[in-house]
């Protein structure tokens, strides 16, 4: 660290956001363009040096924190990209999309506000592309070795480069017309442009990674032809099969699933569709749900100009500040934290009769009531105790045209055929059963990402993808591999 005593003169500084009231009116990231970079590198200087970084443990892909903090804080920034590309594939998705357990780690974070990693990670991966520090880097030669990876998420992704960058010949199957999964279709401009995908998908290519959009395997290309063509086969799916609201009203029109909306708005950004069929424009929006996909949802009918958007959660609001007993540091605590999006619908007052920014707190949804013309009109909600169990007299009715449900989702989306034509054995849950080498009980198969570990984060989904490619890189070659394997499948968060 340039300064030892940095952490002491230096109070946290935030890559800020633009005025909500302009921001709300285009879908371009929410942060001010450049004024990360002035900022970062006395920021990156707050990193004590700790000598045991339990940020290290809580970033799933072993990022070296405190290395290129030490790197930012001189403003040696080749070093400082090589450090973190050595960890992560696409630093640029996890320093915008992250939820930032390092800083839940951070050492500095027992009595203070934690270094700004996800800031610096960010800093430093945008400096390496405007500096030309992440050339393509392809194979000095090939294995003739040939793997198919089914799906283009950031799992599919990260394992497709490690693989073809170790010399195998790669094939990204993708059922969706583009490359991205839910960086492409779910998750919203204004948290990530696309442009960043756009760059690591042509590097990609440029590294000898081959890519077939519009293809679904099991559908268009059948399991054994697969299994026939190629030498191992990773199934990086995704765990798309959404929870359902089973209430009175559901069948009601109006009533739909984020990840049916989503992908709407996200495919005008595209130029595919003028205006999108489930535009929230002049309607009153209810989300159902309380996590990030709710959230996202809101951003976007801001955007879309509602009438009012509340989001429903049913857990409890809250509190600013850890509790120590239940979620000691260094563990990622449940917090109330204001995400771009309540900060807009708080600052628009997008919903006059919420707790809190646009969220109703401890509220179950208990049916919903519609016109003569089978249209959604009314959410009528009720209060419930920790327990789920609902408080009499807290019923309230909200005018609704457009619910949106936000519940999460089960596991691997069985309608292409994949999962039966393959015969690949579940877990309980409905995800891709695994052992410790992320190989399926089918030979040659191996699963990773949200289809084997339910739905997590970007950050897991890079270090399942680093992983599962070492593994398979084991398999084709029957011997250890020299790649990094961040995780093993049955790693999970770290608890108390
Ligand atoms: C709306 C939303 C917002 C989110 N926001 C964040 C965030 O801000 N930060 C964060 O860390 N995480 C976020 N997440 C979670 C994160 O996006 C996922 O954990 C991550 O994308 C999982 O990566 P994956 O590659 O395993 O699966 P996915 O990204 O789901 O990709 C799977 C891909 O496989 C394809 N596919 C499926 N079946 C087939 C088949 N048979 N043949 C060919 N292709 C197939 C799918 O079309 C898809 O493109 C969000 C999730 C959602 C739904
Ligand atoms: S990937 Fe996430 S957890 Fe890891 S260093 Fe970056 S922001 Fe922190």
Redesign the pocket.
């Known amino acids: 660290m340039a300064d030892p005593k940095g952490f002491m003169t230096t109070p946290r500084e935030d890559w800020p956001r633009r005025p909500v009231r302009e921001r709300v009116h285009d879908w371009n990231e929410v942060y001010v363009p450049g004024a990360l970079l002035p900022i970062i590198s006395e920021q990156a200087d707050r990193c004590m040096d700790c000598g045991i970084p339990f940020c290290h443990e809580a970033c799933p892909l072993g990022n070296l924190i405190p290395e290129w903090n030490d790197l930012v804080s001189r403003e040696d920034w080749r070093a400082a990209s090589d450090r973190l590309h050595a960890t992560n594939n696409f630093p640029e998705f ?1 320093g915008r ?3 930032a357990p390092c800083e839940a780690g951070c050492v500095l974070a027992i009595n203070q506000p934690a270094v700004t990693i996800k800031n610096v990670e960010c800093a430093i991966a945008d400096r390496a592309w405007e500096e030309g520090f992440t050339p393509p880097r392809p194979p000095d030669r090939l294995s003739a070795r040939t793997v198919a990876v ?8 990260a394992a497709a480069q490690q693989l073809t960058r170790a010399g195998h010949t790669v094939v990204v ?4 017309d583009r490359i ?8 919203p401009e204004f ?1 990530m442009e696309r442009r960043h995908l756009e760059r690591r998908i042509d590097q990609m290519r440029a590294e000898g990674t081959r890519f077939r959009t519009s ?5 268009d290309i059948a399991a054994d032809e697969l299994r026939a063509r190629y030498d191992a086969v990773v199934l ?5 099969a959404w929870r359902d609201l089973a209430v009175p009203g559901r069948e009601l029109t109006g009533v739909h699933q ?2 049916e909306y ?1 992908p709407q708005a996200n495919r005008v950004r595209e130029g595919d569709l003028e205006v999108s069929p489930l535009s929230a424009a002049g309607k009153h929006v209810i989300i159902v749900g309380g996590g ?2 709710g959230a ?1 949802c809101l951003g976007t009918a801001v955007r879309e100009d509602a009438a009012s958007v509340t989001q429903l959660d049913i857990y409890g609001q809250p509190g600013p500040e850890r509790d120590e007993g239940a979620e000691p540091w260094p563990t990622y605590p449940r917090l109330y934290r204001l995400s771009a999006a309540h900060e807009e619908a708080g600052e628009l007052r997008s919903a006059p009769a919420a707790d809190a920014d646009a969220r109703l707190f401890a509220a179950s949804t208990l049916r919903f009531t519609g016109d003569a013309d089978g249209r959604v009109r009314e959410l009528h909600l009720t209060g419930v105790d920790a327990g789920r169990r609902p408080l009499p007299g807290t019923e309230r009715i909200l005018p609704a045209d457009l619910v949106l449900l ?1 519940l999460g ?1 089960s596991g ?2 069985r309608e ?1 055929g ?1 999962v039966d034509q393959l015969g690949l054995e579940l877990e309980p849950r409905g995800t891709i059963a695994r052992d410790a080498r992320f190989a399926t009980n089918v030979p040659g198969v191996f699963a ?4 084997a ?1 339910g ?7 890079i270090a ?2 680093r992983a599962v490619a070492a593994a398979v890189d084991h398999h084709l070659t029957g011997a250890p591999s020299p790649m990094p394997a961040p995780i093993g499948p049955y790693d999970r968060p770290m608890t108390a």
Request: glycine share 16%.
């Open positions: 996890t999309l992250c939820p089914i799906g283009s998420g950031p799992t599919g992704l199957y993708e059922k969706d991205g999964g839910l960086m492409r279709y779910g998750i948290k293809t679904a395997a099991g559908r990086a799916t995704g765990a798309t984020a990840m989503l990030d996909t996202d936000a989702f691997p989306d292409d994949l990773a990402g949200d289809a570990r739905q997590s984060l970007i950050v897991w989904a399942e993808g």
